[in-house]
């Protein structure tokens, strides 16, 4: 684990998560259950933020992340005047799904549960959870320990962001054929839609084997290239071999940094 830990110094993220989401925002389920101030600690920690939806899409995607349990989102009443609700990255609320024009809630209309949002008892609930059928609930900040539901912001690929990433798709035997053909459709979308033209990627799938579908070195514009490599590629089916694939994709980093495709200087995200 030393030289692992050795290997891996200058790369900000591995990012070890399951993405429910193929097109619109990428949502990540936190694996334990706190109070709403560390479920917050808890996403920002990965790079990411606590789940903004702002259309029923959104609501669709976010619901299916969640699993049937009940989890945190990132809306929470801070105004003195109840039903006056806001994101906490400050993504604007008004029209969002579940908020009128004015950013008032649709009190008990989809996706609010019936009588939400209120102040039951007295008691100030200014933070929000999904129920386990995706309906929202304001909710006591704490005593309420729940999974956070956390999301990629919009505003952390942007355009001019300075940042490489490598994808490592598993093919083994570990995943089904619909799980493998479900992050196949994500890593394209996410290629095609949401990575920055700026960013250089690479991908490798790894199985019994470890292929390199593509390298920071190749042609990265247009998308369209390595998306037809990664389209190309087979479902092996077999063992896995997760630490070998992982110290190539880390070598290809580092190749890639000394033949100059790639800058030292950069943020580097693997995805695994």
């Known amino acids: ?72 989102i990132g809306l929470i009443d801070n105004n003195p005047t109840e039903g006056i609700f806001e994101w906490l990255d400050g993504t604007p609320i008004s029209s969002n799904y579940g908020f009128n ?46 999974r956070p539901l956390c999301y990629l912001g919009s505003d952390q690929c942007s355009a001019t962001a300075n940042y490489d990433v490598q994808f490592l798709i598993d093919e083994s035997g570990s995943v089904t054929l619909d799980g493998y053909e479900m992050t196949i459709d994500l890593v394209q979308s996410l290629i095609q839609n949401d990575i920055s033209s700026q960013a250089r990627i690479s991908v490798f799938e790894f199985g019994t084997v470890t292929q390199e579908i593509y390298r920071f070195s190749e042609q990265q514009l247009p998308r369209g290239l390595m998306i037809g490599e990664i389209e190309a590629a087979d479902y092996d089916g077999g063992v896995t071999y997760t630490y070998d694939a992982l110290n190539k994709g880390i070598t290809e980093f580092q190749q890639a940094i000394a033949d100059g495709d790639i800058n030292a200087g950069d943020d580097k995200l693997l995805f695994l």
């Open 1 to 72: 684990m030393k030289n692992m830990a050795g290997i891996i110094t200058g790369i900000i993220g591995i990012i070890l998560m399951q993405f429910d989401v193929v097109t619109g925002k990428t949502y990540v389920l936190g694996p334990n259950a706190v109070d709403y101030d560390d479920a917050n600690t808890y996403c920002q920690g990965e790079n990411l933020e606590l789940a903004v939806i702002e259309t029923e899409d959104d609501w669709n995607d976010a619901k299916a992340a969640c699993g049937g349990i009940e989890c945190w």
């Open 101 to 146: 024009a004015d950013g008032t809630a649709t009190r008990g209309v989809q996706p609010w549960y019936p009588g939400e949002p209120n102040e039951y008892l007295g008691w100030p609930e200014d933070c929000t959870e999904m129920y386990t059928n995706g309906q929202y609930n304001d909710i006591p900040c704490k005593g309420f320990p729940h």
